[in-house]
């Protein structure tokens, strides 16, 4: 852990840190897929605490031309009976694991906060599939939502896409490219400290990619089992902040934290929005590492940070282009 960053990490993602450095678990890096899957799961057991009461939980099978997707539909309490808006979320996990479990207490939160239908997809992963096929799986998510709209109860014209880490990734370029294949029409992106430059070449990687939970070996050993090659890095369908136009994109929340290697490149790419007129709230939380949105049952400022996303997603929802 970087010297400075202890006086200036948050006490209770100081202890988190603390003791998973003497857990004696293995760095996931250094693990077979499965094994790390596994353990990234027990592990995030014991920070979730409880989430908030919803309504109703739904587990659907999303059936594409080319895999069969796990998601699962979460409904507020006392929804009313009309069509609600609805978030697509991609769980974060570095495209090699993370599932729709490791997440829903993140996705019982929003769906409580935003007070809207939350669809949690469960997307192939690396290395076991290779880049682009969360990217395939994501639109067709997207699409399939859109088109099944009506029988989820969601609004069609309130169709919110979102996620944190590789699923900000996915949520980012899945985006892009509804605009850029004529839909389906994205009302709104929520992207917590998503990935959006593979290259991992921004200050902030240097910065904090050591002894803060996700390190620069963790990164090179995730991108290595979803990149097909280093022709992948330049892609903008893996490396969101690379396309040519960001114009004509829905609001955006984009979410950073002050200690993690992501950091810059989330900040980059509201730059991108904000300069192609591109309608942007940039947060940046004091304190915190990559993957406190999950802390929930540990760390007041996860709890916190998801009430602010599900207030922009409610405003935005009740005024159209309007973010926070």
């Known amino acids: 852990m970087p010297e400075d960053a202890a006086q200036l990490l948050d006490p209770q993602i100081v202890a988190i840190l603390e ?6 678990a293995s ?3 250094t693990l077979l897929p499965q094994q790390a ?31 069969t997707l796990p998601a699962r539909l979460y409904r507020p309490d006392n ?9 697509i979320y991609f769980h974060g996990g570095g495209w090699s694991f993370g599932s729709i479990e490791t997440h829903d207490h993140i996705c019982r939160w929003l769906c409580a906060e935003a007070r809207m239908l939350v669809l949690s997809v469960d997307y192939r992963l690396g290395p076991e599939y290779k880049f682009p096929a969360a990217v395939n799986d994501a639109i067709a998510a997207t699409r399939w939502a859109a088109n099944n709209a009506e029988k989820l109860g969601a609004d069609p014209a309130k169709l919110c896409i979102g996620g944190d880490s590789a699923g900000g990734n996915l949520a980012a370029v899945t985006t892009l490219h509804a605009r850029d294949r004529g839909g389906p029409a994205i009302a709104f992106q929520l992207l917590i400290y998503p990935a959006t430059d593979m290259s991992m070449s921004f200050p902030s990687h240097t910065a904090f990619g ?53 950091r810059d490149e989330g900040k980059a790419y509201a730059n991108k929005l904000g300069d192609a007129g591109v309608a942007v709230q940039y947060v940046c939380v004091d304190g915190v590492i990559h993957g406190f949105i999950g802390m929930t049952g540990a760390v007041d400022a996860s709890r916190r940070t998801l009430k602010l996303a599900g207030s922009a997603l409610r405003k935005a929802m009740l005024e159209p282009q309007a973010v926070a």
Do not use: C
Request: proline share 11%.
């Open 210 to 262: 050591d002894g803060l939970r996700l390190t620069r070996p963790l990164m090179v050993w995730s991108v290595a089992n979803y990149l097909r090659n280093g022709n992948d890095i330049i892609d903008p369908r893996a490396s969101p902040l690379l396309a040519r136009d960001h114009s004509g994109l829905p609001p955006a929340l984009i979410i950073t934290a002050a200690f993690d290697p992501l």
């Open 27 to 29: 760095e996931l890096q």
């Open 79 to 87: 929804a009313p009976h009309a069509p609600l808006p609805v978030l």
């Open 37 to 67: 899957r596994d353990q990234y799961a027990a592990g995030v057991k014991l920070i979730t605490g409880t989430p908030p009461e919803i309504g109703a939980v739904e587990d659907h099978v999303i059936k594409t031309s080319d895999a």
């Open 19 to 24: 003791r998973a450095a003497n857990s004696g």
